[in-house]
């Protein structure tokens, strides 16, 4: 819950109140002194302990609406809470103090209904943020992974390279002990030497 007490005063009394809980008396004394000391048009907020009440006093009416919240409570929601029930009270001429307790529960409901929604919308944009972050280091390995592959065919590169260089002087010199082969072999049939050989 957003809002843990909430209240209406008119001057220093307390026309309405909506609980979620127990509040120390000390917080409740404290109420009573801002719904006393507030003045008109005042919006503003007063720390106390764990706790934070925010206040507006209406001009012309001179209600004096309170809102109690954990310190953990965003301001923005409490702000809201203090606006709506300010523009509920100021649209109905001479509510009961019942009228007023219901305005503050249903407005309370419509922030806890809204802070739902921001907190659920937060955690999705949470677990977006996760994945997206799981995304990206995942990519960061595939390019690292990347990286390691093109170092590697580079390497592949040039070692072909090499082997194609060497298999290519081996052959020139295979071809050119091949051609002296086979001149040598003329050579020595043509002045006789292996005929003299076969015969012997």
């Known amino acids: ?34 719904a006393i000391q507030a003045k008109p048009n005042d919006l503003a907020c007063v720390k106390f302990e764990n706790y934070t009440s925010y206040y507006l006093r209406q001009p012309q009416s001179g209600l004096t609406i309170i809102a109690v919240s954990g310190s953990q409570t965003p301001a923005r ?47 999705e944009l949470r677990n977006v943020k996760q994945i997206m972050t799981m995304n990206i280091d995942k990519l960061l390995e595939r ?6 592959l093109v170092n590697r065919t580079s390497q592949m590169s040039q070692s072909a390279d090499i082997f194609n260089r060497q298999t290519t002087h081996l052959q020139r010199k295979m071809w050119i002990q091949n ?15 292996v005929a003299t050989i076969k015969i012997l």
């Open 143 to 148: 390019g690292e992974r990347v990286d390691l």
């Open 77 to 123: 929601l409490i702000y809201a809470f203090l606006k709506l029930v300010d523009s509920r009270t100021r649209s109905s001429e001479q509510l009961s103090s019942k009228d007023y307790k219901n305005v503050l529960e249903s407005v309370s409901n419509d922030i806890d209904t809204q802070s739902d929604e921001i907190m659920q919308a937060q955690e």
């Open 179 to 193: 051609k002296l082969s086979i001149f040598l072999g003329m050579v020595l049939v043509g002045t006789g030497v």
């Open 1 to 34: 819950m957003a809002v843990q007490y909430s209240s209406i005063y008119q001057g220093q009394d307390l026309l309405a109140s909506k609980s979620n809980g127990s509040l120390p008396n000390n917080v409740k004394k404290l109420m009573d002194s801002i």
